[in-house]
């Protein structure tokens, strides 16, 4: 499957969140660690929460805050990266093509 149109999930039994303002708080069940994320994390979370592709991320990205197509797939992959390394993903994260 491409990979911009894999449907990325988080893992929903693992994890609980808030949104707290313009930024969502979340712990880990696993190891009880939290980690907040600002305004654009919010957006990207809470559309991951039902599950999106890259390619959703992006063009909310896009849309939202009116960037290019390449500044919105990098600041997508970063979060991405960051969710799969505190293992928040469910499922295998593969960097997107060309990161």
Do not use: C
């Amino acid at each position: 499957m491409n990979q911009l149109n894999e449907v990325l999930r988080l893992k929903d039994e693992e994890i609980v969140w808030r949104s707290v303002e313009d930024e969502i708080v979340i712990l880990h069940r696993g190891d009880w660690e939290y980690l907040t994320v600002n305004e654009a994390g919010a957006l990207l979370w809470t559309k991951l929460v039902d599950g999106a592709t890259r390619a959703d991320l992006v063009s909310l990205l896009q849309s939202e805050y009116e960037v290019d197509a390449q500044r919105a797939a990098s600041d997508v992959e970063t979060f991405l990266t960051l969710l799969s390394e505190r293992d928040l993903l469910a499922g295998d994260y593969t960097r997107g093509p060309g990161e």
